[in-house]
């Protein structure tokens, strides 16, 4: 007997077996994703705004999450004419995320934006009266996912900003002070040629600021809604294009900012006269100080003159907000 007498089962499934080859897409077009709605996404082109193409996820990514700022290929038809459908093929390595958990007991993170440079944290000084955990809740979410926080206070009419700044002056956050008459041009100047994402609970004015930075925003809103109904869910988020150059990426809907997800070296990597110091505490230092971790090496930085009262601080003040239970921001 030899080889040609070794009986082969037939392939039940077809005639030859499937290729694990793969086309490797050379001729793919670059996009960035600006919308997602029921199984379709928005792509800019090139990033341009007014070449808007919708496509669908290729086979070949399976479950690959997708979210808005994702810099994605595309092949298939990317005219961006009605009833056209090109697919996305990959997806490119993300640079920052914004990402939260449903709640602190909730295993699974969501990816809210991809690639942003800036998180532009919008919060009210009166009417509704500010709340600092959402604004350390937010800050430890930016600085754990590579983001540069910015703290927008609005309704500077209705109230002065100066002692909510200085809680967090220790933390070198930039500060822009908003009014409800008057244009956000400080603003508009630090959002130009980057890629902002902008969150903040109901009735703190993102909308109107929204509004402000992208007159057409109701406009551009229907444009990307992936589907053509011209809206997007409570949760979703959607990139619009500013006229000087850049998008901000409005996140609506964000109720809770669940911390699951982050470890307390993901906070301390971000202060860098802090993180080479925290290295010499014990494994699994929450780096709070006593009486939770009392031999955090920090204390001893900060004797040493390593550092200031005030940053170690703050530092500890995000890492606390960790830990307590998630505020409701409705």
């Known amino acids: 007997m030899d080889e040609s007498d070794v009986r082969i089962r037939p392939n039940r499934k077809g005639t030859r077996p499937r290729s694990k080859i793969r086309p490797e897409h050379s001729q793919a077009s670059p996009a960035m994703v600006v919308g997602v709605a029921k199984g379709r996404w928005t792509c800019a082109l090139n990033r341009d705004p007014k070449r808007l193409v919708t496509a669908m996820r290729a086979r070949e990514l399976g479950r690959t999450p997708v979210v808005v700022g994702d810099l994605v290929d595309l092949v298939g038809d990317t005219s961006g004419t009605p009833g056209s459908l090109a697919r996305i093929v990959r997806v490119a390595e993300r640079t920052s995320v914004l990402r939260r958990t449903a709640d602190d007991t909730d295993p699974f993170e969501r990816v809210v934006v991809a690639n942003a440079g800036k998180l532009i944290i919008v919060t009210a000084l009166a009417d509704p009266m500010p709340r600092t955990g959402f604004i350390d809740r937010a800050l430890v979410a930016a600085f754990a996912g590579g983001l540069s926080p910015v703290l927008c206070l609005t309704k500077s009419d209705l109230a002065a900003p100066d002692e909510l700044a200085a809680l967090y002056s220790e933390l070198q956050v930039p500060v822009v ?24 609970h109901s009735g703190v004015g993102k909308s109107t600021l929204v509004n402000r930075l992208v007159p057409d925003a109701g406009r ?17 988020a959607v990139a619009l294009p500013l006229a000087g150059g850049g998008w901000v990426v409005d996140t609506p809907g964000i109720r809770s900012f669940g911390l699951a997800h982050i470890k307390p070296d993901d906070v301390v990597a971000a202060f860098p006269d802090l993180h080479a110091a925290a ?34 601080d703050s530092l ?9 239970p998630d505020e409701k921001f409705e």
């Open 279 to 312: 290295e010499e505490c014990p494994s699994n230092c929450g780096h709070l100080g006593p009486p939770e971790d009392p031999d955090c090496y920090l204390d001893r930085f900060l004797a040493e003159g390593g550092s200031s009262q005030g940053r170690l």
């Open 316 to 324: 500890r003040r995000l890492l606390q907000s960790r830990v307590r």
């Open 220 to 236: 551009a809103t229907a444009e990307v809604s992936g589907v053509g109904k011209g809206r997007h869910t409570s949760t979703s």
């Open 177 to 200: 002070v908003t009014r409800s008459d008057t244009e956000p041009a400080e603003l508009r100047e630090l959002l130009i040629d980057d890629v902002s994402a902008m969150i903040g």
